[in-house]
């Protein structure tokens, strides 16, 4: 079946250090969606990709979508302790569009 | 309601037995969606509602597994004969349509189930 990987799985790095999280899939993807998972909660949305090669900013988060749209990125710039947490990203394929998908996740700690 | 409610928050069974799982989306939200997470794993899909019918029931791990939504509304995940392996926090999702026109999806809290 469809699947969704994401590297690394975990990352643990100094505050104030850059973190990239990496989706990738074996077939094109329809669009894709990011989303953070805080320590005993739950999912929340960050945001979603739709065009080949679209990139998007948020505040220190930037979101990529690639050509092929078969990958995407999430970059985190100088990175808080409140960036905690496990980032999935989401997508479904064209021929399956109603069957959102999520990435295996990456856990980022952030040490003060 | 404000939010996506799921009851109960946590259930612990014994195995074989059968547990229902409530997931009342947000008002005027068309689409729903169950999710299955274990212990620091990923999210697996289990079934996706669009109003009352359910064009993919495919994630379902076994045919222990039924969901059914009525009204458009309140779904209702059913793991009939529990095993310990069921054991996962049950995550259910809404959003106001099909999540490619829409984007957000909003998740409840989840329910924790324990199979002992």
């Known amino acids: 079946g469809q699947q969704v990987m994401q590297i690394p799985q975990y990352q643990h790095v100094q505050e104030g250090e850059d973190f990239t999280t990496y989706c990738n899939s074996s077939?094109?993807?329809?669009?894709i969606q990011w989303y953070k998972q805080r320590p005993g909660g739950h999912p929340v949305f960050l945001i979603q990709?739709?065009?080949?090669?679209e990139v998007k900013k948020q505040k220190r988060l930037t979101f990529q979508f690639g050509e092929a749209k078969k990958n995407s990125s999430l970059h985190i710039t100088a990175t808080q302790t409140t960036d905690v947490g496990t980032y999935f990203c989401a997508a479904a394929t064209y021929y399956n569009t109603d069957k959102l998908i999520f990435g295996t996740g990456t856990r980022l700690q952030v040490f003060p | 309601g404000a939010g996506v409610s799921q009851s109960p928050s946590n259930k612990v069974t014994e195995k074989g037995k059968d547990v229902e799982l409530r997931c009342d989306p947000i008002s005027g939200h068309t689409a729903l969606y169950w999710y299955r997470q274990s212990l620091g794993q990923g999210l697996e899909f289990l079934i996706y509602?669009?109003?009352?019918?359910?064009?993919?029931k495919s994630g379902l791990p076994s045919d222990r597994f039924s969901a059914e939504r009525t009204g458009g509304s309140v779904s209702t995940l059913t793991i009939q004969r529990t095993q310990q392996e069921d054991s996962a926090v049950y995550l259910c999702a809404s959003s106001l349509d099909v999540w490619m026109n829409t984007g957000e999806l909003f998740f409840g809290e989840g329910s924790r189930l324990t199979v002992l």
């Open positions: 077939t094109t993807l329809s669009n």
């Open positions: 509602f669009q109003g009352n019918s359910a064009p993919d």
């Open positions: 990709l739709v065009k080949s090669g």
